[in-house]
């Protein structure tokens, strides 16, 4: 009967011997003759009371399993193992074997990639395709893993022997991929990531809520709402017009390079959200404004906002004509209101200026009119507003009274909205 040591060296030189530390479980050790035990607190750790190695049958073969990762965790390289034979008395002559690889080194992620969608932000697909690239390891890499959690280290996860991957079920909002290798001798490294938003639901169909005349009868701006934060779209009979964003309140207005002519139009927006998920497109608005009046001029001294305005004199009148909807389509009841800005000179006497909407069930009296009512040289903001009856045309007139010479009211920030 005999005992025997185990130690280890690492290469090169293999000239560093440290004691091993082997596996105590039983059935990790075994011999041709006999039922050797380990035990890693004695000098010569195989073969003891509990169970030498037995000689006398002749050659016995032993086998035993070293805890590699207990004495080198992180060794990548080459060792030999020696044994020392002990019979109680004297230790035999120790014997080396042949270089061996020892590699407890995980494959590292250090300078590694994942890229979603080639590194885009937004995805409005729940299936997302990735690459990845950059893992190394001093020996092969097996095979990858991944999954939209973070399970590292582990063989939890969709398994794959080289990119490009792909993950289905995404979850709504920010989503991480991680990736992770297994080299050949089965060390599991962390993980590289990358995120993405996914984002699939398309923003609510943006409202168009106003639109904004000069005093020739022209489209200045295009106002309305929509999901805050949204690239709101404007055409007109379909012909795209331009873009403007959406605040953080989802309130938006679009001004066109030039203003739109007076003549028939019909103006509709659709809004993209981050993602570029298109809505449904808004309501289209048909308009065919035109103007007609008496004693109206241009005016560019004095203005309420911009460069100019609408100058009346004497006794002078404006109509403006536009389309509208039926105050039943697309909300029930939804009235048209009408917003100008008025300013009489000093010159003006009598009968103050008004401004009144008529048309469509749309009398003229009660809140379809309007009458000035400050001091002179002062703006004042007049609102009429009228439920119609029928989808056509409103007329909104502005007039004024006065047989003075000099007797001017100004006129400007026309606004319609339905």
């Known amino acids: 009967m005999c005992r025997f040591k185990v130690e280890y060296a690492p290469g090169p030189s293999y000239d560093s011997w440290t004691k091993a530390t082997l596996s105590e479980d039983d059935a990790d050790t075994t011999a041709t003759y006999g039922d050797p035990k380990v035990e890693n607190d004695d000098d010569y750790q195989v073969g003891n009371a509990g169970g030498y190695v037995t000689t006398s049958s002749g050659a016995n073969k032993v086998s035993f399993v070293w805890l590699s990762n207990t004495d080198v965790s992180t060794a990548d390289g080459s060792y030999k193992l020696r044994i020392t034979p002990y019979d109680g008395t004297d230790a035999g002559s120790a014997a080396d074997s042949t270089a061996f690889t020892v590699d407890n080194a995980a494959p590292s992620e250090a300078g590694a990639t994942v890229s979603i969608?080639?590194?885009a932000t937004y995805s409005t697909d729940t299936t997302l395709d990735f690459t990845w690239s950059g893992f190394t390891d001093t020996n092969a890499i097996s095979t990858y893993?991944?999954?939209?959690?973070?399970?590292?280290?582990?063989?939890?996860?969709?398994?794959?022997?080289?990119?490009?991957g792909q993950l289905s079920g995404a979850a709504q909002g920010t989503v991480s991929v991680y990736?992770?290798?297994?080299?050949?001798?089965?060390?599991?490294?962390?993980?590289?990531?990358?995120?993405?938003?996914?984002?699939?639901?398309?923003?609510d169909a943006p409202v168009i809520t106003n639109f904004n005349y000069n005093s020739s009868g022209q489209i200045e701006s295009i106002s309305g709402t929509a999901e805050?934060?949204?690239?709101?779209?404007?055409?007109?009979?379909?012909?795209?017009?331009?873009?403007?964003t959406a605040d953080g309140n989802g309130d938006w207005t679009y001004t066109p390079g030039s203003p739109l002519d007076a003549g028939s139009?019909?103006?509709?927006?659709?809004?993209?959200?981050?993602?570029?998920?298109?809505?449904?497109?808004?309501?289209?608005?048909?308009?065919?404004?035109?103007?007609?009046?008496?004693?109206?001029?241009?005016?560019?001294?004095?203005?309420?906002?911009?460069?100019?305005?609408?100058?009346?004199?004497?006794?002078?009148?404006?109509?403006?004509?536009?389309?509208?909807?039926?105050?039943?389509?697309?909300?029930?009841?939804?009235?048209?209101?009408?917003?100008?800005?008025?300013?009489?000179?000093?010159?003006?006497?009598?009968?103050?200026?008004?401004?009144?909407?008529?048309?469509l069930g749309i009398d003229g009296t009660g809140a379809a009119t309007a009458s000035l009512s400050v001091a002179a040289d002062t703006w004042e903001?007049?609102?009429?507003?009228?439920?119609?009856?029928?989808?056509?045309?409103?007329?909104?007139?502005?007039?004024?009274?006065?047989?003075?010479?000099?007797?001017?009211?100004?006129?400007d920030d026309i606004s319609v909205s339905q």
Do not use: C, M
Request: glycine share 10%.
């Open 228 to 244: 805050a934060g949204s690239t709101v779209k404007v055409y007109d009979g379909g012909v795209y017009l331009g873009e403007t």
């Open 381 to 411: 903001e007049l609102e009429v507003t009228g439920t119609p009856n029928a989808k056509g045309v409103v007329t909104l007139k502005v007039e004024t009274f006065s047989t003075a010479d000099d007797a001017k009211v100004y006129i």
């Open 117 to 119: 969608d080639g590194g």
């Open 265 to 359: 139009h019909s103006i509709s927006a659709i809004a993209e959200d981050a993602a570029t998920n298109p809505s449904p497109n808004s309501s289209s608005y048909g308009l065919a404004q035109s103007v007609t009046s008496v004693n109206a001029f241009k005016e560019t001294t004095v203005t309420h906002s911009g460069d100019t305005s609408l100058r009346l004199e004497k006794e002078g009148s404006f109509e403006f004509k536009v389309a509208v909807n039926d105050g039943v389509t697309p909300e029930p009841d939804e009235p048209v209101t009408v917003k100008a800005w008025l300013r009489k000179n000093s010159d003006y006497t009598g009968t103050e200026s008004k401004i009144t909407l008529t048309g």
């Open 179 to 203: 990736v992770w290798a297994k080299d050949e001798y089965g060390n599991i490294g962390n993980a590289a990531s990358d995120s993405i938003i996914v984002d699939i639901n398309p923003p």
């Open 145 to 164: 893993y991944y999954s939209f959690d973070d399970n590292g280290g582990t063989e939890t996860g969709t398994e794959d022997s080289a990119s490009p």
